[in-house]
């Protein structure tokens, strides 16, 4: 693989800083998790739509730029580099849109991606039950068939942004008596359909980024499924395949963590031990390390390759990579770090983002569950 750039890449790499520095907010946004900050960041999904910035690798016709995966990447280094704000609607562009794009109809195609691209529709994931987290298999929420609408009845919990979301996607059971992964449906809903009830779940933070969400024979029309009914697990492990691959959580994101990091270390060096130099380096090298696999993986799907279960091996390494960052920085900040602000609010972004990479190893399926992937689909391991 060669990492030299072509000089088309470079002027895109200019023209992607340029914007940037010119449009990104001055100041941090309000966390997103937050009704106000949900709204100021649904605000940053429009700018970047008035660049054509909304997703650079879809499709002109659907609102992207038709860029490859090669450029995505380097948008998403001066995305990162630039602070730029978390992205609203990660679950549509990252996730939903691919998968749409995948197996969806030319009429969902043309309803749902473009106001997807503008940052029109914010779009919530809800695959999680009570009693079927990484277990997906295990989900019971029925979807009956009744004429061109299927009545929804059961209970949706973690499910990512949906305290303030427009539209929700998820697995429900529409097959009566099916077991595990057959008889299951893809389907896109309206949060606001009568018979939705959200309830907000407060995080160790206080903020609501997710919630519970209950149907009582909610009504939605047949149109909104995606692919045959009874085909859902294929389609969702699609879109697994997405969050735990390339699009949910490119390299940028950690590089410019591993960037604070070094930055922090070298404020506090001279009262710090050697074992932490060591920690930083280690984190750094892991950040750059998982870049060069990214743009390795990207050259193979652009030569005509696919990401299948070696997917999982992306989610851990980037889960731990991004937890273990995050520890080393509070390590580095000692017991002051527990407090939520200092006069420059540089504890605060740590201690959140060292909270939320806790969660890292649980969301987008356990890691425990991912190494079984990895033991049975790519060691070839017995179960």
């Known amino acids: 693989m060669d990492l030299t750039f072509t000089p088309e890449q470079q002027a ?28 100021q960041h649904v605000a940053w999904e429009r700018t970047l739509a ?14 992207g730029r038709g860029l490859d995966l090669i450029q995505w990447l380097i948008f998403e280094e001066e995305y990162w580099a630039a602070g730029a704000p978390l992205r609203a ?56 068939r009744d004429g061109d609408h299927y009545r929804i009845s059961g209970q949706k919990t973690w499910s990512s ?18 077991k ?13 359909t009568p018979g939705i009830t959200r309830r907000p779940i407060r995080q160790l933070h206080g903020d609501p980024g997710f919630a519970e969400l209950f149907f009582d024979e909610v009504r939605v029309p ?9 085909a859902g697990w ?42 932490v130099r060591e920690q930083v380096l280690a984190a750094w090298m892991g950040a750059q390390a998982y870049a060069y696999n990214t743009y390795a993986v990207a050259s193979k799907i652009i030569a005509g390759g696919h990401i299948g279960a070696e997917a999982s091996l992306n989610k851990i390494f980037w889960s731990e990579l991004d937890r273990a960052m995050h520890r080393t920085a509070m390590q580095m900040l000692g017991a002051w770090a527990e407090l939520k602000h200092f006069d420059d609010g540089s504890v605060n972004a740590w201690l959140e983002g060292y909270i939320f ?27």
């Open 89 to 144: 609607n990660q679950n549509g562009i990252f996730l939903l849109g691919p998968t749409i794009m995948e197996y969806g109809t030319e009429a969902q195609k043309a309803r749902f991606l473009m106001p997807m691209a503008r940052g029109e529709v914010m779009w919530a994931q809800a695959w999680s039950e009570p009693n079927a987290g990484s277990d997906m298999a295990a989900i019971t929420t029925r979807a009956v």
């Open 234 to 275: 294929n389609v969702a492990m699609a879109t697994a395949g997405f969050e735990r691959g390339l699009m949910l959580r490119s390299p940028a994101r950690f590089q410019a963590t591993a960037a604070r990091l070094v930055t922090l270390f070298r404020k506090h060096e001279q009262r710090l031990s050697p074992v």
């Open 357 to 383: 990479s806790l969660s890292g190893p649980i969301y987008a399926g356990s890691n425990e569950i991912q190494r079984n992937i990895i033991a049975e689909r790519l060691l070839g391991l017995p179960r």
């Open 222 to 230: 047949v149109a909104n499924r995606i692919a045959d009914e009874g």
């Open 161 to 178: 942004r949906a305290s303030f979301a427009d539209w929700g996607f998820g697995l429900f059971r529409t097959e009566e008596g099916s």
């Open 50 to 63: 008035s660049g054509n910035w909304g997703m650079v690798t879809w499709p002109e016709a659907y609102g």
């Open 12 to 39: 895109f790499r200019q023209e992607v800083r340029a914007w940037m520095r010119a449009h990104v907010p001055p100041e941090p946004l309000v966390t997103l998790e937050r009704e106000d900050g949900y709204h």
């Open 180 to 192: 595990r992964h057959h008889g299951l449906s893809f389907l896109l809903f309206d949060l606001n």
